[in-house]
């Protein structure tokens, strides 16, 4: 009773303020310029990261003789690494820009390139650009560059939208071909933002000698370190799951406000393993898709498994149709069909679970019993193969998450077979009453 009055006060007061959050168009373009434009960068650009940086610590012989055969050209391949995951901010200066200006019915290609290029203005020093190493620039093109990127892309898209509707463009008369109205029309937004952006940087220089995402970085270095702690990954996976409890997409939601913070921490994982010093960083994307949301949102392999072989009817059918999602961390079918969603028995479990898979992590990476996370494999990679590949080649992530789904599957099990029993009397007064039904 205290679960339903719980649930309910939920759905009316908590719901509609989070539905608001999940909503904002300048989430979503966030999120969506790091899912659609970073993302497929990221995860290529991570592959010539493993194979640059073998896992020597496991002493196999195969290994050894690859890291032998790789270190004479590590340059070289890093190359592919540091123009791909390394202009990682350069991609989301773009595609935050595209998104908010698709959503506004602008000029959406020309809104991604206008903010691309104020990016790069204010990433260089305020000098002399020829005799600047672009080196020297490209950590500010990738993870430590993101909220200068992001804040860029939407006043790119805000500024191109307040000049289209005041009208402060230059307009072409009838008959000019389309590409050279969209030219012209893309002008005046063009000149403005990259004279903006050039003043800021020469201000920037001029009074601290460091340029914007140097002075961002700085200002948000309490932030970043503070999302890296314990207490912060637990408060995010209890409202991801939360959320998911009430039918809203958990991870999307805390993942729009927190990307940005994951990625730094493992731009500096990245950046460390290049210098061969020891990784900084804990809690990143792959840590919650990797390690926490195993067969899905909220832990749910064991619980898959568990329906499979369950006595009831509708589980087991539910079991049968995610068996195959749950190989890919898609667990849909199971959180609508058993229901998770608003469903006061598996609502305890749905959150204990992966907050205990979290305390778990945290622990495991902290007290370095598993190697910490260099790389972000796509969600949908399957459970062991995911964890060997995230902290770079080590078996030791593959048996943190084996100890994971051991720990759910003991959390879920006992509210499991309460619902099962619920369920399974269910079906048999169901029969019951419709064998009555056919025989009168």
Same mark, same amino acid.
């Not at 939601?253 to 900084?280: C, E, H, I």
């Given at each position: 009773?205290?679960?339903?009055?719980?649930?309910?006060?939920?759905?009316?007061?908590?719901?509609?303020?989070?539905?608001?959050?999940?909503?904002?168009?300048?989430?979503?373009?966030?999120?969506? *310029?790091?899912?659609?434009?970073?993302?497929?960068?990221?995860?290529?650009?991570?592959?010539?990261?493993?194979?640059?940086?073998?896992?020597?610590?496991?002493?196999? @012989?195969?290994?050894?003789?690859?890291?032998?055969?790789?270190?004479?050209?590590?340059?070289?391949?890093?190359?592919?690494?540091?123009?791909?995951?390394?202009?990682?901010?350069?991609?989301?200066?773009?595609?935050?820009?595209?998104?908010?200006?698709?959503?506004?019915?602008?000029?959406?290609?020309? *809104?991604?390139?206008?903010?691309?290029?104020?990016?790069?203005?204010?990433?260089?020093?305020?000098?002399?650009?020829?005799?600047?190493?672009?080196?020297?620039?490209?950590?500010?093109? @990738?993870?430590?560059?993101?909220?200068? &990127?992001?804040?860029?892309?939407?006043?790119?898209?805000?500024?191109?939208?307040?000049?289209?509707?005041?009208?402060?463009?230059?307009?072409?008369?009838?008959?000019?071909?389309?590409?050279?109205?969209?030219?012209?029309?893309?002008?005046?937004?063009?000149?403005?933002?990259?004279?903006?952006?050039?003043?800021?940087?020469? &201000?920037?220089? &001029?009074?601290?000698?460091?340029?914007?995402?140097?002075?961002?970085?700085?200002?948000?270095?309490?932030?970043?370190?503070?999302?890296?702690?314990?207490?912060?990954?637990?408060?995010?996976?209890?409202?991801?799951?939360?959320?998911?409890?009430?039918?809203?997409?958990?991870?999307?939601?805390?993942?729009?406000?927190?990307?940005?913070?994951?990625?730094?921490?493992?731009?500096?994982?990245?950046?460390?393993?290049?210098? @061969?010093?020891?990784?900084?960083?804990?809690?990143?994307?792959?840590?919650?898709?990797?390690?926490?949301?195993?067969?899905?949102?909220?832990?749910?392999?064991?619980?898959?498994?568990?329906?499979?072989?369950?006595?009831?009817?509708?589980?087991?059918?539910?079991?049968?149709?995610?068996?195959?999602?749950?190989?890919?961390?898609?667990?849909?079918?199971?959180?609508?069909?058993?229901?998770?969603?608003?469903?006061?028995?598996?609502?305890?479990?749905?959150?204990?679970?992966?907050?205990?898979?979290?305390?778990?992590?945290?622990? &495991?990476?902290?007290?370095?019993?598993?190697?910490?996370?260099?790389?972000?494999?796509?969600?949908?990679?399957?459970?062991?193969?995911?964890?060997?590949?995230?902290?770079?080649?080590?078996?030791?992530? *593959? *048996?943190?998450?084996?100890?994971?789904?051991?720990?759910?599957?003991?959390?879920?099990?006992?509210?499991?077979?309460?619902?099962?029993?619920?369920?399974?009397?269910?079906?048999?007064?169901?029969?019951?009453?419709?064998?009555?039904?056919?025989? @009168?």
């Amino acid at each position: 009773m205290k679960s339903n009055r719980f649930m309910q006060w939920m759905d009316e007061h908590f719901m509609p303020v989070l539905a608001k959050i999940a909503q904002n168009i300048y989430l979503q373009s966030i999120r969506d *310029a790091f899912c659609i434009f970073a993302l497929p960068l990221i995860i290529t650009g991570s592959v010539f990261l493993i194979i640059s940086n073998p896992p020597v610590a496991l002493h196999w @012989g195969i290994i050894t003789a690859w890291n032998n055969a790789i270190t004479p050209i590590q340059p070289q391949i890093l190359i592919a690494f540091n123009l791909s995951f390394g202009i990682m901010a350069l991609m989301v200066a773009f595609g935050t820009a595209y998104s908010l200006a698709s959503r506004w019915d602008l000029d959406d290609v020309m *809104a991604g390139i206008l903010s691309m290029v104020s990016f790069l203005i204010v990433s260089f020093p305020a000098t002399d650009i020829t005799k600047v190493a672009f080196g020297d620039v490209l950590n500010y093109l @990738g993870g430590e560059g993101l909220f200068v &990127a992001i804040l860029l892309g939407i006043m790119t898209a805000k500024i191109m939208k307040f000049f289209g509707e005041k009208g402060l463009v230059i307009k072409m008369p009838a008959g000019v071909p389309p590409y050279v109205v969209r030219t012209f029309t893309a002008l005046v937004p063009f000149f403005f933002m990259i004279t903006f952006s050039w003043a800021l940087e020469w &201000a920037v220089w &001029a009074h601290f000698h460091i340029t914007l995402p140097q002075l961002v970085l700085e200002i948000f270095k309490p932030l970043v370190a503070a999302s890296d702690s314990y207490p912060a990954a637990a408060a995010e996976i209890v409202l991801m799951m939360l959320l998911w409890s009430l039918g809203i997409h958990g991870m999307n939601v805390v993942s729009s406000v927190a990307y940005p913070f994951w990625m730094t921490q493992l731009a500096a994982n990245d950046a460390a393993l290049k210098a @061969g010093r020891p990784l900084p960083g804990i809690v990143t994307e792959p840590f919650f898709h990797m390690f926490t949301h195993i067969g899905g949102s909220g832990l749910t392999w064991p619980l898959t498994i568990m329906f499979l072989l369950s006595a009831s009817k509708q589980l087991k059918a539910i079991g049968k149709t995610e068996i195959v999602p749950a190989i890919f961390n898609i667990n849909e079918p199971i959180i609508f069909g058993a229901p998770l969603v608003l469903n006061p028995i598996m609502f305890i479990p749905f959150i204990l679970a992966p907050l205990a898979a979290v305390t778990i992590n945290y622990a &495991a990476f902290a007290f370095n019993l598993v190697p910490r996370i260099v790389t972000q494999p796509s969600f949908t990679t399957p459970v062991f193969l995911g964890g060997i590949i995230a902290t770079g080649g080590y078996w030791q992530g *593959a *048996a943190l998450q084996a100890v994971n789904l051991v720990v759910a599957a003991l959390i879920y099990y006992p509210f499991f077979k309460m619902y099962e029993k619920e369920l399974v009397t269910n079906e048999k007064a169901a029969e019951e009453e419709a064998a009555t039904a056919l025989a @009168g």
